[in-house]
Each structure stands twice: as C-alpha cells, then as structure tokens.
T-cell receptor
Framework: DVKVTQSSRYLVKRTGEKVFLECVQD?????MFWYRQDPGLGLRLIYF???????EKGDIPEGYSVSREKKERFSLILESASTNQTSMYLC??????????????FGPGTRLTVT | AQKVTQAQTEISVVEKEDVTLDCVYE???????LFWYKQPPSGELVFLIR??????QNEISGRYSWNFQKSTSSFNFTITASQVVDSAVYFC?????????????FGKGTLLTVNP
C-alpha cells in the first residue's frame, strides 16, 4: 500500500512565524503535491513537484514556498505565517501521468491554525 | 481550462437507500482521466476509482458503481444500499494527460450523510 505521511496532524503557530510542513511518501513516486482545503472552496493546488529539486506553482502559490531535496520528501514552507493561511493542508504523491496507475495518494492532512 | 462541477453540495439519505452523486466536467483535451475520492470525517482522502477518457465502460465494485458518459461529460457515482459508513465528502476530479500538466482539478465535493 502507498503510504503518505505528514509530520503533524494539528499545528498552532503565531502570526509571522516560519512554518514547515513535511510530507514523506514511500512508493518512489516522481510527483508530489501540496493542497489546501477550505470550506466551500474545495481543494486548491499550492505547489507541485515532478522531480527532485523541480517545482511548479499551482493555483495559489502566494505566501508559500516548497523544497524537494530528496525524492520521497516534499516540504511546504510558510515564510511568514498569516491568519489567512489557517487551513487544512494535504500532501499527495503519484506516478507521472503517462503511467497507467496515475491516481494521487493523499496523506492524513495537517490542520494548521495561525493565531 | 478544465473544470469539475458537483452541483449537489449536500445529500442526506436513510440507510439502505440508493444515492447518486453527480459530476460534470469540462475539458478541451481528448485524453484525460477522471477520479472519485472519498474523504471520511477522519480527513484523509481515499482514492476510489480512475477512469481514462478512452474507456467508457461503466464499472461496478461491490455497492459502488460509476457511469461515465462522454456525450454529456458526466461521471456519476452511485452507492447502492447505502450504509452509515458511507457518510463522507466525495470529490470528483479531472486530470488532463501529457506535457507538464500533472494537475488534478477537483470539484467542490458533495457531503453525503447516511442516517440510520
């Protein structure tokens, strides 16, 4: 079974703090993704990566950065947390789209509260 | 741009009823993938099914079935004899194949509540 793990289920941070959210997958997937999920807005893509050290902006990258130094690990960084970044953050991984088993597998999520 | 619409925001049924969750999509590509995910109260999205655009066969898996119709750009999900454990938010998603576009576009989800 594919396993995607996230470093924390719940996190509380103060405005202005630098926040790191870590995601690790154990299936040797090339692609990794960070989403945020908010009520009424569904899932929105923040950043994704299709290879080590490669990244692309998703739909809402402002206020976030990412790091992928190893294939299995994809980090989301909030440089200076703000209250409007309070949300559920979901990490996912997948094989590339040219493979038959192309679905994304998700981690359990991190509920971040910024006060 | 690709788009996924789940018009039903919330559905409430009584156990053992059948329920259909609607999904309508828009894409300009001829090759694409469609997905359904389940998000139970625990929060983790669980992959249910993937369908390729060139495979219009319907699929049945136990109490779950999916009806893919390219003519109406729909990929509907039916739960037969619903159970309380089916209570969750269900997301339909679309991905276009090829190039650097690896992204999924999700619908806003349908909250299904199955009452005992």
């Amino acid at each position: 079974d594919v396993k995607v793990t996230q470093s924390s289920r719940y996190l509380v941070k103060r405005t202005g703090e630098k926040v790191f959210l870590e995601c690790v997958q154990d299936m040797d997937h090339e692609n990794m993704f960070w989403y945020r999920q908010d009520p009424g807005l569904g899932l929105r893509l923040i950043y994704f990566s299709y290879d080590v050290k490669m990244k692309e902006k998703g739909d809402i990258p402002e206020g976030y950065s990412v790091s992928r130094e190893k294939k299995e690990r994809f980090s989301l960084i909030l440089e200076s947390a703000s209250t409007n970044q309070t949300s559920m953050y979901l990490c996912a991984s997948s094989l590339p789209p040219l493979r038959e088993t192309y679905e994304q597998y998700f981690g359990p999520g991190t509920r971040l509260t910024v006060t | 741009a690709q788009k996924v619409t789940q018009a039903q925001t919330e559905i409430s049924v009584v156990e053992k009823e059948d329920v259909t969750l609607d999904c309508v999509y828009e894409t300009r590509d001829t090759t694409y993938y469609l997905f359904w995910y389940k998000q139970p109260p625990s929060g983790e999205l669980v992959f249910l099914i993937r369908r390729n655009s060139f495979d219009e066969q319907n699929e049945i898996s136990g109490r779950y079935s999916w009806n893919f119709q390219k003519s109406t750009s729909s990929f509907n999900f039916t739960i037969t004899a619903s159970q309380v454990v089916d209570s969750a938010v269900y997301f339909c998603a679309l991905s276009e194949r090829g190039g650097s576009n690896y992204k999924l576009t999700f619908g806003k989800g349908t909250l299904l509540t199955v009452n005992p």
